[in-house]
């Protein structure tokens, strides 16, 4: 599909041909590249990646609340049988994620457990960079594993958008390229056009198939680029459904707004939990805290599949959330925890296959005194590039890791 | 331009006069004429008050002097104004201020409603003058608008036995003995004089918002506003403010239910008083001042004699502020107050956890203070040994009121000897040079300083901004002492004794008193001048001569004041605010 | 596309002798050959107008007007040699920057350099850093401390315009480069081949030229040499005094030994003239090596970037098509276009901001690779971007505030009616060049457009400045 559209854009905007035939042939053909747009796009896959910064403690969040080893190491923080949401009889959710059990149940919500790397990182910026950069232990990497994605997606001249950050914060490394301008979204409002400056009135009546192919690039996206603040604005003005008043659902209503904008962006990055350490790093008093966040992220996420779903989107969105590791199995005497390795990642959407992903690493075999992995995070990564986002995971992760059967075909 | 700018002069002159003729004591009061709709009503009861200061010399000298002044009076704009204003002296045969009082003396009020409608109603001591003035302006008006051959520009209609005026446009205007009506448009006008004709309809005066209000001021002002706040709160932007739910804990704490009181509140009344030198400003708003259960209860004192401390006064100082906050009770309802879990907040509690060894934040850290809560600012003195930062820092502390001094103190000692020592293992991380601990002792009392080695064969005027800082921690009494430098924490030792000889008695009905000293203000400013001119260079984007002027005015106008004084709090179960400023004119 | 009249910009074009044509390569030496006006190629404003996009960032009416009376060479002498006390702005403006960084805070750097950019008497000097700043790309991300980003950037203005031998020996001791290379410590026990591949392949030679073994070489070189403290400081246990052999030489190499035989390279004169000419001539083509031979082989004698950039800008090439809007403005070119344009100054601390989401974040650049840039600046989302930005420069309210007032500016110059004001911003911004029912029905609606001057020409100047043309350097 994009060997195509990608020459059909350079046909456009190759000089000689439509030089030498008029200026009639452009205005067509600008007008077909304006309505085709959202219709070569229609119907791709769409990725958003969900950054808890911190280290979430991944064995109060999905939790053996029947193994003996857990109560013991977790005198004051454990969570008892008659208070999780039972996935099954050993597992269950974090008592304040009863909405990850309601999309548990409807198949929407996918655990991936035992997930890191080997020799992992119990420093927050070094772990964290090593799951953005996806090349761990190499601290001069340039570019984040979202960013090389990005850059492969990106074809100059179309001047496409495949890959935004929305949230507050400055934009994680995850999404850092080499040559591709990622934008940050922090609203709606900042993507459309104001409308007393809005040129792209006057720009839109310039005729394209001029002799300089710059010239006429320019012109085209600032065709393209009109045609997304109207979408933008139409989908900025549509109901939604009701999301949470919290960062998060509303990072992630604003991606749902995006997404029904049809403006081709494949690659969503948002967060929870702000800029480092992180909220998720409960070293003290982890109890309130991890619950509230808990609930932020499964409150969220499940607005924004609710909300997808009923506009049956849900079928082309695959939400992933990481953090840069678990935390020790142990309690420290403070009611926290301390960096750990291993942790759960979940996965949302409409595609799911499979629900419980991995047996939950025991408790007893420890390294860094968090859980040992199983699944090396990458594994993740080349799962949704190459079976969801249909993209080449060696070139971008720079080895070939083993894909995750866990998404319908 | 020349035309506008007499007709304005003129009409300011008009907005600020009133009556000794006979005819003034026949008028109702004002705000009988204003419609119960107004939103916004500004009454100036003794203008005289405020025209004695206007026209202080001492004050005509300050503001002669400032260098904004100085550059307006060489404006053409200024000088056109200068001559009208000699003009109308000449006409009227008086001077200056004495026509400004013969013609305001009265009382002004000012009406807006929310249709954008706005009623100015004027009342003139000298009802002659005020006719005079208006003969003038007339016949200059009309003047005008025959040379525009726009003749029928100028107009008068009878209304209700009142001859209504216009000289032009929506403006529209009628004189009845001694007062002034000035409306932006004529139904305005009309309405006025509606109302003027049914002495008994509803009118401001009637609307029992309105008395509420002015019965919630104390007496005699010299001006009041009224602000009806039910319109306003619709008002999207400021709907969006008094909803947000704050998602900032120190701004909850800070605030302590301002804006839950507003949000509660239909109106708001604003007295004004002068005295001297002094201007004091109070606000009161008919919101509760917050129940048990709300978030602002944190702030409300549980005993009667409860309440904020006075400031502590040392020397140079700054700014000071004497809080009543309940810690323990505002941190117990955190998880209400703010949902939301910042980053800031759980490195705050993992910090806190280790400092305090991990002992329950709530109960048995914020548990043990009092609500009394005291923060000063002052300048500092630098070491002559240490050198001068290029950016000059002031110093700063709080001091807390401990429950149980002799038991709590030294855990905060550990506490505070475990930060100091997390602070220069991060700083060694980071090849940076770390704080020594000591224990000096000042007017008899023993307490804790971490300093930098003094830097060696540094430039003693320029040294590294780290030597802004010498933290300190000490304990005088009930009371706890975290100070970023020595100097302050010696100089609140001797202020906490001074205070402990005597009893500290809690300043009635406020829960946040804030003062500020002009002096210490305009040092601590004056002594960055230069950052802030640079500052102001990239934030402006001035060049370096207007970025010098801006700074400059500041530091001009901050030269005349004394001290200013907010104190927030409430009376009978109202929320209420005070401002005071005390002016320092040459 | 060069004639005379400009609002017939299609007709009377001709070409020029060697003139880049389709499929025929153009001839050097007419192509470095100074450019002297003729008939087919007059001096005019779109002239003017593209020399100063590309030697500067944009220019006023009174330096176009200027250039058009002085002519091309005399402009260019101006650019390179200003007449004025450029040391003593420097001065000014060095010390602004210590002041910032003293406090170690980037964001203030940055807003300093675009105030240097916007008031500086030399702006070649600072298009010039602009590009060292890009060849190098030490991004304060790494190094965290201001001060040092402050020296580097400062070491990188002195040398822009000067010989490239001292400039990559003064990088290559540079406390910030090290730190922007992960080199902190270079140990005998493990040197560090990341940093050396990157002054190697991306400073000097480009990929391809060295070996494996060369690059080990290199990173052995460079052991002993540390960062502590902010401080560079060269710890001679820690120096790798074994026998190294680097792109053919054998020796105990040190860190200024393999920079001597890196400069003996001739790989490095083609990668820095390459690089050059897209920055200063023309980024849509590749370049042949036939036609930057003449340079190549030239800069390679003493690597003075000074006779590079002259050659490159009085040539007869800069000022044909192979050059004219074959550029996309980066962010900064495209605001300061405006500043500049206005005669006015605006807060450089939001401007900062605005143009770091645009993409370019001075003092971070976003790889060691510097900024893609060219046709990778433009994407709807950043288009959109940059119209936002030109409209919230030229509203008049906040948070740029009145700073820039088109009206005051055209009345200036003596245009002060709506017709003529509107023609001078076309002028002024796109100096006419542009298609001419565009341009005609701006005019118009300028002309009929009722209300406010100075608002209806905000609006002119904010259209003018988001039409496609305006965004190509």
């Known amino acids: ?409 | 331009m020349h035309r506008k700018m007499v007709w304005a002069c003129g009409l300011v002159l008009l907005m600020v006069i009133c009556p000794r003729a006979s005819a003034a004591d026949s008028l109702p009061p004002a705000n009988r004429w204003i419609s119960p709709e107004a939103i916004f009503v500004v009454e100036v009861s003794q203008p005289e008050a405020l025209l004695d200061l206007a026209f202080d010399p001492k004050m005509i000298e300050a503001v002669a002097s400032l260098p904004a002044y100085q550059k307006q009076a060489e404006q053409p704009g200024f000088r056109q104004f200068l001559q009208v204003v000699r003009f109308l002296e000449m006409t009227l045969d008086t001077p200056w201020p004495t026509g400004v009082r013969k013609l305001v003396g009265g009382g002004v009020t000012l009406a807006a409603s929310a249709d954008g409608g706005a009623l100015l109603i004027v009342d003139a001591q000298d009802a002659q003058m005020l006719q005079r003035l208006h003969e003038i302006l007339l016949g200059f008006a009309k003047n005008q608008a025959e040379k525009q051959e726009q003749p029928g520009r100028v107009a008068s209609e009878e209304y209700r036995g009142a001859t209504c005026w216009t000289f032009g446009g929506d403006e529209a205007h009628a004189i009845l003995g001694n007062r002034l009506l000035l409306a932006n448009r004529s139904e305005v006008l009309k309405a006025a004089l509606d109302l003027r004709a049914k002495p008994d309809g509803q009118s401001l005066a009637s609307s029992p918002a309105y008395q509420n209000a002015r019965a919630a001021l104390s007496g005699d002002m010299v001006a009041s506003a009224f602000v009806n706040l039910q319109p306003l709160k619709q008002h999207p932007p400021v709907k969006d403010l008094l909803t947000q739910s704050s998602s900032n804990p120190l701004a909850t704490l800070l605030l302590a239910g301002v804006t839950e009181a507003l949000r509660d509140s239909s109106w708001l009344a604003v007295g004004l008083d002068v005295e001297e030198d002094t201007l004091s400003l109070s606000a009161v708003v008919d919101g509760k001042a917050g129940g048990e259960n709300s978030p602002a209860a944190f702030a409300l004192p549980s005993r009667d004699a409860e309440g904020a401390l006075p400031n502590l006064a040392v020397p140079r100082r700054i700014a000071a502020a004497s809080l009543y906050r309940d810690l323990h009770r505002f941190y117990a309802a955190k998880d209400d107050l703010f949902p939301e879990r910042t980053s800031g907040l759980i490195f705050f509690e993992n910090m806190m956890g280790i400092f305090f060894s991990g002992m329950d934040l709530t109960e048995e850290v914020f548990g043990e203070t009092r609500p009394e809560i005291r923060v000063v600012v002052a300048e500092q003195d630098y070491d002559s040994a240490v050198g001068t930062p290029q950016v000059q820092f002031p110093a700063f502390a709080a001091v807390f009121h401990l429950e149980r001094p002799a038991e709590f103190a030294e855990v905060v000692e550990e506490a505070w000897q475990k930060a100091v020592g997390l602070i220069n293992f991060t700083r060694g991380q980071q090849a940076q040079p770390g704080l020594i601990i000591d224990r000096p002792v000042h007017s008899g009392t023993k307490f804790t300083v971490a300093y930098f080695r003094s830097p060696k064969d540094a430039d003693r005027t320029n040294v590294d901004a780290r030597f802004n800082f010498r933290p300190a921690l000490a304990t005088e009494g009930e009371y706890l002492i975290f100070s970023s430098t020595e100097g302050l924490a010696g100089d609140l030792i001797d202020a906490l004794k001074k205070e402990q000889a005597g009893t500290p008695k809690p300043l009635a009905e406020t829960h946040s008193l804030v003062e500020l000293d002009g002096a210490g203000l305009l040092s601590i400013l004056a002594a960055n001048r230069e950052n802030l001119i640079r500052q102001n260079m990239l934030e402006e984007g001035n060049t370096q001569a207007e970025a010098e002027t801006q700074i400059d005015l500041i530091l001009a106008v901050l030269k005349y004041l004394d001290e200013a004084k907010l104190s927030v709090g409430s009376r009978e179960g109202r929320p209420q605010a005070n401002l005071k400023l005390k002016l320092d004119l040459p | 596309m060069f004639a005379d009249n400009r609002t017939v910009p299609d007709q009377g074009r001709s070409e020029p002798p060697g003139t880049p044509d389709a499929g025929r390569p153009i001839d050097p030496d007419w192509a470095w050959a100074p450019y002297k006006p003729d008939t087919q190629r007059p001096w005019d404003l779109r002239r003017a107008g593209h020399l100063f996009r590309r030697a500067a960032f944009g220019a006023d009416w009174g330096q176009l007007q200027q250039a058009l009376a002085d002519g091309p060479q005399r402009t260019v002498d101006r650019l390179l040699r200003p007449d004025a006390d450029v040391e003593a702005f420097h001065r000014t403006y060095d010390e602004y920057e210590a002041s910032t960084a003293g406090s170690d805070s980037a964001d203030g750097l940055r807003a300093w350099w675009l105030r240097r950019m916007m008031q500086t008497p030399h702006p070649l000097l600072e298009k010039m850093t602009l590009f060292w700043h890009d060849h190098f790309a030490i991004s304060n991300a790494r190094v965290k401390n201001a001060l040092l980003m402050h020296k580097h950037v400062q070491s990188l203005r002195s040398h822009a315009l000067g010989r490239f031998a001292p400039l990559l020996q003064s990088v290559s001791r540079d406390p910030a480069v090290l730190l922007g290379l992960e080199a902190a410590a270079n140990r005998k026990a493990q040197p560090n081949e990341q940093p050396a591949r990157t002054i190697v392949e991306v400073y000097s030679l480009g990929p391809g030229h060295a070996t494996e073994e060369d690059l080990r070489s290199a990173a052995r070189a460079f052991t002993g040499w540390f960062v502590l403290r902010g401080q560079l400081r060269y710890i001679e246990r820690e120096h790798d005094t074994g026998t190294k052999r680097f792109l053919g030489e054998e020796g105990d190499f040190d860190a200024d030994a393999v920079v001597r035989i890196l400069l003996g390279q001739p790989a490095v004169s083609r990668l820095l003239v390459r690089k050059l000419y897209r920055w200063l001539i023309c980024e849509t083509e590749e370049s042949d090596d036939a036609l930057l031979a003449p340079l190549v082989e030239s800069f390679r004698k003493d690597y003075d970037v000074a006779t590079l950039v002259e050659t490159m800008l009085r040539s007869n090439l800069f000022f044909s098509p192979a050059a004219y809007r074959q550029r996309i403005k980066s962010p900064v070119e495209f605001a300061l276009g405006i500043v500049r344009g206005l005669e006015g100054m605006v807060s450089t601390t939001q401007l900062g901001q605005d143009l770091a989401a645009l993409g370019e974040n001075l003092y971070h650049p976003p790889t060691v690779r510097g900024w893609r840039g060219g046709q990778y600046w433009i994407n709807r989302a950043t288009l959109i971007g940059r119209s936002n930005l030109a409209g919230a420069l030229l509203s008049g309210s906040e948070p740029y505030g009145d700073k820039l007032d088109p009206a005051a500016i055209a009345k200036k110059h003596g245009f002060p009616d709506p017709e003529p004001a509107g023609r001078f911003l076309l002028d002024l911004f796109l100096q006419g060049d542009v298609e001419a029912d565009v341009g005609d029905r701006l005019l118009r609606d300028v002309a009929a457009a009722g209300g406010d001057l100075s608002r209806r020409l905000r609006r002119l100047a904010g259209t003018i400045v988001t039409l496609p043309e305006f965004h190509l350097a």
């Open chain 1, 1 to 409: 599909m994009f060997t195509t559209r990608r020459d059909f854009l350079k046909t456009s905007l190759g000089t000689s041909a439509l030089c030498s035939l008029g200026p009639a042939v452009p205005a067509f053909l600008s007008r077909s590249a304006l309505a085709a747009a959202p219709r070569q796009d229609d119907g791709h896959t769409i990725l958003v990646v969900v950054q808890m910064a911190g280290g979430n403690d991944g064995l109060n969040t999905v939790v053996p609340y029947e193994d003996d080893e857990y109560a013991r190491r977790r005198p004051t923080l454990r969570w008892a049988a008659k208070e999780v949401h039972k996935i099954d009889s050993l597992l269950g959710f974090h008592p304040r994620m009863q909405a990850f059990m309601r999309l548990y149940q409807e198949g929407h919500l996918s655990i991936v457990q035992g997930v890191g790397y080997p020799n992992p990182n119990g420093d927050h910026a070094a772990a964290m960079r090593d799951w953005q950069t996806a090349r761990p232990h190499q601290p001069d990497c340039q570019t984040g594993w979202l960013g090389r994605a990005i850059d492969h997606a990106c074809h100059p001249g179309e001047a496409n958008t495949p890959g935004v950050f929305v949230g507050q914060i400055a934009q994680p490394f995850g999404l850092n390229t080499e040559k591709a301008v990622v934008p940050s979204i922090k609203n709606l409002e900042q993507c459309m056009l104001t409308p007393e400056f809005d040129s792209a009135g006057p720009a839109q009546r310039t005729r394209t198939g001029d002799d300089n192919p710059l010239l006429d690039f320019l012109r085209l996206s600032a065709r393209t680029a009109h045609a997304d603040s109207r979408r933008i604005e139409a989908a900025a003005n549509a109901p939604t459904a009701e999301y949470p008043p919290l960062p998060l659902a509303q990072s992630l209503k604003t991606v749902a707004q995006l997404i029904r904008a049809e403006l081709g962006i494949r690659i969503f990055h948002t967060e929870l939990g702000g800029n480092g350490p992180g909220g998720f790093d409960n070293h003290a008093n982890q109890r309130g805290n991890h619950g509230a966040l808990l609930s932020q992220l499964s409150e969220s996420v499940a607005a924004f599949v609710d909300d997808l779903k009923r506009d049956k989107l849900l079928d082309r969105v695959l939400l992933i959330t990481f953090s840069e590791f678990g935390r020790t199995v142990a309690e420290n005497g403070r009611h926290g925890t301390g960096h750990g390795s291993a942790a759960p990642v979940f996965l949302a959407g409409g595609r799911l296959k499979g629900r419980l992903i991995g047996a939950h690493p025991a408790l007893t075999e420890l390294e860094n005194g968090g859980q040992k992995f199983h699944t090396d995070f990458r594994r993740v990564y080349a799962t949704v590039l190459d079976r969801w986002l249909g993209m080449d995971s060696s070139a971008i992760l720079g080895e070939k890791f083993d894909t995750l059967d866990v998404l319908e075909a």
